[in-house]
């Protein structure tokens, strides 16, 4: 064990530079809730961390900052989700396409003579069309859990299949 006096005078080192760091990080702290304004994400995440890792109990300010900053890493992260989901738009759209020409392709292996579609100006909508659908081929359809997936994967959001006359059957596949 150490002596109280060297174990006295590591506590009062600690202490200081801890009020040194909060006492840099408080002006920080200030200096971005005087801007209210957040630049960047990289700002906002920074400012945050402070927040949570240095102050305990935040002040009433502290708290205040604390929800900008959170709001404002809200607002990166919704603009940049839709920013990726517009730019897989179209990617998918040509991947549900190509989707539906395979499984036609697979069906006419098969030797089922099946037309199958998708519809809708997204594509969500695969539209399977052979004139022996019925109970027998929905049944078995509904316990192909790897074809349903693949669906929801690729965003497809509606299952139709039809005989082309009276007898159709779909599915939503909405999460």
Known sequence: MGDSSSDSAVSVARASVL???????????DSAAMNETIESQEVAVTTLIHLNATFEPLTEKQRALKKVVEARLKQYHDRENARVAKEQKPLLLAQRKEYASVVETNMLDRGMEATVTTQGREAKTLRIKF????????????KDDQFFSMLRRLGFTKLITTD??????SWDLTP
């Open 19 to 29: 009020m040194k760091k909060n006492q840099i990080t408080q002006q920080h702290l």
């Open 131 to 142: 004139i022996l659908i019925g109970k027998v081929f929905v049944n078995n359809l509904e």
């Open 164 to 169: 082309g006359y009276n007898g159709s059957w």
